[in-house]
């Protein structure tokens, strides 16, 4: 894994919000925070704790830091999430940009909500934080059906057909 991939993983996973987003704008406020179903309850709990747990790999890699994990009540609309998403989208940009090949293996220790604490190169807790966001994005999209709104495909594959080749 290289620096590199870990931009094009996160690009991807920004790319995919967007088209998410626009399918968000859609819902009415109580489709946006009603209990449908998965871990999470609503499509805000959802992404709430997507944008939080990424916030966190941030402040764990010694980027931004997040404090305390974000509250789902903070952001009652879906542009308030939104909002603020682009702004850990920032801060998570602005933090790739600093890393070299050297910085992402490095070890990192961190502890998880249970209070148990481990170790991972920086990379690996990067690499996991996107993949968590491609999880979580799939159960929206899940929801989002449920309430009636079809998000479209945002595959992998259609981010590299839409991006121009490097």
């Given at each position: 894994?290289?620096?590199?991939?870990?931009?094009?993983?996160?690009?991807?996973?920004?790319?995919?919000?967007?088209?998410?987003?626009?399918v968000?704008?859609?819902?009415?406020?109580?489709?946006?925070?009603?209990?449908?179903?998965g871990s999470y309850g609503s499509v805000r709990n959802t992404l709430v704790h997507v944008m939080s747990a990424e916030w966190g790999w941030i402040d764990r890699g010694g980027g931004t830091s997040r404090g305390p994990a974000l509250v789902a009540t903070d952001y009652p609309t879906v542009e308030a999430l939104i909002e603020r998403w682009r702004q850990v989208e920032s801060y998570m940009r602005a933090f790739l940009a600093t890393l070299n090949e050297q910085d992402i293996e490095n070890v990192?220790?961190?502890?998880?909500?249970?209070?148990?604490t481990h170790s991972m190169r920086?990379?690996?807790?990067?690499?996991?934080?996107?993949?968590?966001?491609?999880?979580?994005?799939?159960?929206v999209s899940l929801l989002l059906r449920a309430l009636?709104?079809?998000?479209?495909?945002?595959?992998?594959?259609?981010?590299?057909?839409?991006?121009?080749?490097?």
């Open positions: 894994m290289t620096v590199a991939d870990l931009q094009r993983a996160f690009d991807y996973n920004y790319w995919a919000n967007e088209k998410l987003f626009a968000l704008r859609q819902l009415t406020p109580e489709q946006f925070t009603q209990p449908v179903a990192r220790e961190f502890s998880l909500a249970q209070g148990t920086l990379g690996e807790m990067l690499h996991h934080a996107a993949v968590h966001g491609v999880h979580h994005r799939g159960q009636g709104h079809a998000p479209g495909n945002f595959d992998i594959m259609f981010y590299y057909l839409e991006r121009p080749r490097i």
